[in-house]
């Protein structure tokens, strides 16, 4: 089986891009609550915006406790993982990844774009996202497709007609035939 599989927010924690710019302006922290972030102020989504491009912030962030669990298990099952990112592509993003996780290919891809093409491309089987528009658009598409929702999720919360995890462990013990 063919997995792929977004970084941010879903094997990395997201939230410190987004903290990085309220404690800039000595603001508290709140989670985004859309996709665009249109809930921030405006100077608080520029901020962030720029912290795109800056490689500091976007290569220090920190995978999950159990991002390194569930890949490696993938892997050791036989399954093929496959991590496909929006992101800045100046930044050195395959370095910072192959640093965190030990995967069978990495995929950039240009920010705000659909990842539809690269995922038929790929041949990928399952996807695993935190997106709301690329999952609805990739579980259209008739790829399997599983959507992390959780309490950092906050964007994604309108969305119930496509599989859901809490966590990447959640599928370890939910979805036995992708284990199996
Ligand atoms: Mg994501």
Redesign the pocket.
Known sequence: MRLGI?????LVD?NPVYQEAFDYYGMEYEKPKTWGMFDYPRFIRKRIFKSFSNSKIMCSLHPYDDSHPFINHMRHLGHQVIIITARDPKMNNEHFINSLFQVDDIIVTQPGKSKQKILKEKAIDIWI???PDQVIETYQSGIETIMIQNNDTLYNQHINHIPRINRLSDLLVNIPELVN
Do not use: A, G, Q, R
Request: glycine content about 0%.
């Open positions: 977004d970084l941010d927010m879903t997201f996202d935190d997106c």
